[in-house]
């Protein structure tokens, strides 16, 4: 059964982009997902109290695709495969994954996307142009 969300982009810290670019968080993440992923996360929130309830839901009922810390200085994470669509952009879609920290107090209605590009140039959009994604089970 395939969950559909939409979310509103949104800019955030920069972090994931130092955790992205570790060559051991690249390799877990291109054998997890079979491409290799850009090196930073796209943010997302759920755009509706709906959407921010199914997130929550998967994150809770689903366990992900766990991506394990080899470097004692970064968290464990989980991998939620997904297709992320742009409906303003022509229906564009791409493969993906929400990444989410396991830390404590990680924001629950932030989504951040990993893709094999730079989804903000790729799909032409800005902070508050809105994406679908649909995660699969």
């Known amino acids: 059964m395939r ?4 979310g509103v982009v949104f800019s955030d810290l920069g972090r994931a982009s130092a955790f992205m670019a570790l060559e ?5 993440l291109q054998k997890s997902l079979e491409f290799k992923p850009y090196p930073a996360t796209l943010n997302l929130r759920p755009d ?16 992900g695709v766990p991506l ?3 470097d004692g ?7 939620y495969l997904l ?3 742009n ?3 022509g229906n ?3 493969k993906g994954a929400a990444l989410v920290p396991d830390v404590a107090g990680y924001p629950e209605d932030k989504i951040e996307i990993v893709a094999p590009f730079r989804l903000k140039e790729a799909f032409s959009v800005e902070d508050g142009d809105r994406l679908v994604l649909e995660f699969d089970g």
């Open 48 to 63: 509706s109290l709906k959407d921010k309830h199914l997130w929550r839901m998967i994150r809770n009922e689903f366990p």
């Open 92 to 94: 564009q879609v791409s």
């Open 3 to 6: 969950r559909s969300i939409q």
């Open 68 to 70: 394990f810390s080899v």
């Open 83 to 85: 297709s992320v669509h």
């Open 73 to 79: 200085g970064y968290c464990d994470a989980r991998l």
């Open 24 to 28: 051991w968080v690249q390799q877990a």
């Open 87 to 89: 409906p303003s952009g």
